[in-house]
């Protein structure tokens, strides 16, 4: 007795060749008509037997909708080439067809997982990173990645991948402006970014700008670029260009008693010298602890403009207290100091910026603890947040 043939065997079509590849499990050959004829006999005989072994009452064989092989076909082919685009337009296609059916989803997961497999062969490489810049100022060269696919044990450049920036934008240091490129022949996307106007600490990424409609797929790759995986964080970092305007520092210190500290001037002197060392000019100190002690800032503001006059635009003011004061098991001490700081702009009107920083130090005795603390604040953190936000 002769075996039973398939219908494309029957019309006298042969299967075509599987590429047998261990690390690419869903590579394929390249789909012809007859390959396609061949799988979905395959397809649905698979689903008679499954369905011959089920209980009567779900013994019915669900027709596959018209056109996913075709699309199946070409999944697989684009993903043999790294073919991006073509890979996510044939799969956003089968779970278009797909999605409002229950009885297909082991097809949506079957080529979800084939994407996802193929898209953990990718690597992205920085090859430049520029310094930091300041306002107003280009960054002296590009923001580039390389990206590549490991196939069969060999890295391949990707080619043609449309790719995403995002980059800090103007005037909002936080916000993103999206652009699009595409990677050239050695897998290689470079990014010249607009020239910063404002100051700031920021990233800017490169990605792979993959679209889906499969929520599913698109949360898996959101979560890739957010980790760094799917992605190149580079540091965007851009210092002020306003370091010579007519400044006044006025820090009121409390001490270990929550008292106002009326005989010395620990943080602003702190602050004043590594202001200098980085750059800014035509600045000095000023006293207003009664106004800063009552925490009346218009009452500080009038006090400051009428000493003032025309002759200083910027004033940089608040306080440094200590919330704790302790002593450890093994004798040393610890102190936080807190640090609420403004900078007001008499010219404008207006708090250009304010920040809370934090400190615990540990010394040897509380006193020592205390100094640490202030001047750790002042003399490190603080110049570093208004060199990138003034």
């Known amino acids: 007795m002769e075996p039973i043939k398939t219908a494309a065997e029957q019309?006298?079509?042969?299967?075509?060749?599987?590429?047998n590849n261990r690390q690419n499990p869903f590579l394929y050959g390249a789909g012809s008509a007859e390959d396609s004829a061949f799988r979905n006999d395959i397809y649905l005989a698979q689903r008679k037997n499954s369905q011959d072994t089920a209980p009567a009452e779900t013994r019915q064989i669900k027709k596959i909708p018209a056109g996913y092989e075709q699309y199946a076909v070409l999944l697989n082919d684009s993903l043999a080439l790294f073919d991006y685009e073509g890979a996510f337009s044939a799969y956003n296609e089968i779970f278009s067809l797909l999605q409002n059916d229950a009885s297909f989803r082991k097809e949506i997961d079957e080529n979800r997982n084939k994407i996802i497999r193929s898209l953990?062969?990718?690597?992205?490489?920085a090859v430049s990173s520029p310094d930091e810049t300041i306002a107003?100022?280009?960054?002296?060269?590009?923001?580039?990645?390389?990206?590549s696919a490991e196939n069969d044990g060999t890295v391949l450049p990707v080619a043609g991948l449309l790719c995403a920036v995002s980059c800090p934008a103007n005037p909002e240091p936080s916000g993103a402006a999206?652009?699009?490129?595409?990677?050239?022949?050695?897998?290689?996307?470079?990014?010249?970014?607009?020239?910063?106007a404002f100051s700031g600490k920021?990233?800017?990424?490169?990605?792979?700008?993959?679209?889906?409609?499969?929520?599913?797929?698109?949360d898996y790759i959101n979560k890739k670029i957010e980790s760094g995986t799917l992605s190149a964080i580079f540091p965007h970092i851009v210092a002020t260009n306003k370091k010579s305007i007519s400044t006044s520092i006025s820090i009121l210190d409390y001490d270990r008693n929550g008292k106002p500290v009326l005989n010395s001037n620990?943080?602003?002197?702190?602050?004043?010298?590594?202001?200098?060392?980085?750059?800014?000019?035509?600045?000095?100190?000023?006293?207003?602890?009664?106004?800063?002690?009552?925490?009346?800032e218009d009452a500080l503001i009038r006090a400051a403009a009428a000493q003032f006059g025309t002759g200083v635009q910027r004033l940089i003011y608040g306080t440094v207290k200590l919330?704790?004061?302790s002593q450890a098991?093994?004798?040393?001490?610890?102190?936080?100091?807190?640090?609420?700081?403004?900078v007001w702009d008499f010219t404008s009107a207006v708090k250009t910026f304010e920040t809370v920083i934090d400190y615990t130090a540990t010394a040897k005795t509380a006193n020592a603890a205390i100094d640490l603390a202030r001047k750790k604040i002042s003399g490190e953190m603080l110049p570093e947040e208004l060199l990138y936000n003034l």
């Open 11 to 19: 019309r006298g079509i042969k299967p075509s060749p599987r590429i």
């Open 120 to 125: 953990d062969l990718l690597s992205i490489e």
């Open 136 to 147: 107003g100022r280009a960054f002296k060269k590009d923001f580039s990645v390389k990206i």
């Open 178 to 196: 999206a652009k699009q490129l595409k990677t050239d022949g050695s897998g290689v996307v470079s990014f010249s970014a607009p020239v910063p």
């Open 202 to 218: 920021n990233n800017l990424v490169i990605f792979p700008a993959f679209e889906t409609s499969d929520p599913v797929l698109s």
């Open 266 to 296: 620990v943080s602003s002197t702190a602050l004043l010298m590594p202001l200098v060392q980085k750059g800014f000019s035509r600045i000095g100190m000023a006293d207003f602890p009664g106004q800063l002690a009552s925490g009346d």
């Open 323 to 325: 919330t704790d004061i």
């Open 329 to 342: 098991e093994d004798t040393s001490w610890n102190c936080t100091a807190v640090a609420n700081i403004s």
